[in-house]
């Protein structure tokens, strides 16, 4: 493992595969521990002169908890060997389980906040907006259908971002 911080403007990555086909962590920390959740809905782009990326957390996750108690989360990306880890992680939740050990992921910190050995990319961010999914802005009522039958609307994070690691 040799985390090596980069510039988002070296990052080359297609973020609409890498997120919505190869998917990410989400990760934070609170207190002494961390949760880890799979995600494969969210952005990255540039607002109010910052980089930026942006997350979608249902009330109902754990990592929840961990993301509103932490001023800072990441995103990882892994390549390609680590599908099975990443659904594993995408389907149990740490309230249930020691899932991070149960897939053999080796937390790292980096930044006060914590990514994973095994990710080929880190992302910190720092938490700069919070808001919720409100039923009555959505302008289709197809995606309230498909998406939200129980109204668990996502809470969206925006955040920072404050460094970059390359694991080389
Ligand atoms: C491919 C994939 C993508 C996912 N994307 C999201 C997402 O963007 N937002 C979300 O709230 N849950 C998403 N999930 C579900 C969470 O990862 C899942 O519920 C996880 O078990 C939550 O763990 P936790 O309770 O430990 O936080 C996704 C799951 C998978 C498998």
């Given at each position: 493992m040799?985390?090596?911080?980069i510039e988002?403007?070296?990052?080359?990555?297609?973020?609409f595969q890498k997120i919505s086909s190869e998917w990410m962590l989400?990760?934070?920390?609170?207190?002494?521990?961390i949760n880890t959740m799979t995600a494969s809905w969210g952005m990255v782009g540039h607002l109010w002169g910052k980089d930026v990326v942006q997350v979608f957390i249902r009330p109902q996750r754990y990592t929840k908890e961990f993301v509103d108690n932490s001023d800072t989360f990441t995103i990882s990306f892994f390549d390609g060997n680590y599908k099975k880890e990443l659904g594993y992680l995408g389907s149990k939740s740490g309230r249930d389980e020691d899932k991070i050990a149960n897939v053999n992921f080796h937390p790292v910190e980096i930044n006060d906040a914590?990514?994973?050995?095994?990710?080929?990319?880190?992302?910190?961010?720092?938490k700069a907006y919070i808001d919720e999914f409100k039923e009555e802005n959505f302008l289709n009522?197809?995606?309230?259908e498909k998406w939200?039958?129980?109204k668990d609307y996502h809470t969206c994070y925006i955040g920072e971002i404050v460094n970059v690691y390359a694991n080389k």
């Open positions: 040799n985390f090596q911080q988002t403007k070296d990052l080359m990555m297609n973020p989400i990760s934070a920390k609170k207190e002494d521990k914590v990514t994973f050995e095994e990710a080929s990319l880190a992302i910190v961010c720092k009522e197809a995606d309230i939200y039958p129980t």
